[in-house]
C-alpha cells in the first residue's frame, strides 16, 4: 500500500487560484496512474484529472483548461492547479493511486478542504 496526503487547500476567492499537492510514502508512485478526485456537500464523488506514468493527462470537461494536473520534480508528489475557480469548485479534494494496476484506484489520500467565495 502507499499512503497519500493532501495539503494545499483553503479559502480562495472566484478566479483565484490554489495548487493542491500529493505526498506519497511506502512506495514510489513514478509507475503509478495518479487520480484527483472531489466531492461537494450532498453531491457523489466525481473525477477530477488523472496522470499516467507516460505523462498524458485525463480531465474532466468541467475543469479542462483551468486545472493540471503534473507530477513533481521531486518524486513521490503529485500536484494539482486549479486556475480560474468557480465557486461551483468548493468541494473535499482526494488524491488516488492505481497500485495494484486494475485499472482501479486502491489508495486514497484523507482530503484537502477548498471553499471557493464568489
Known amino acids: 500500500q502507499v499512503q497519500l496526503v493532501e495539503s494545499g487547500g483553503g479559502l480562495v476567492q472566484a478566479g483565484g487560484s490554489l495548487r493542491l499537492s500529493c505526498a506519497a510514502s511506502g512506495r514510489t508512485i513514478d509507475s503509478y496512474v495518479m487520480g484527483w478526485f472531489r466531492q461537494a456537500p450532498g453531491k457523489e464523488r466525481s473525477f477530477v484529472a488523472a496522470?499516467?506514468?507516460?505523462?498524458?493527462?485525463r480531465y474532466a470537461d468541467s475543469v479542462k483548461g483551468r486545472f493540471t494536473i503534473s507530477r513533481g520534480s521531486a518524486k513521490n508528489t503529485v500536484y494539482l492547479q486549479m486556475d480560474s475557480l468557480k465557486p461551483e469548485d468548493t468541494a473535499v479534494y482526494c488524491c488516488a493511486a492505481d497500485v495494484i494496476g486494475s485499472g482501479l484506484y486502491d489508495s486514497w489520500g484523507q482530503g484537502a478542504q477548498v471553499t471557493v467565495s464568489s
Open positions: 496522470i499516467r506514468p507516460n505523462g498524458i493527462n
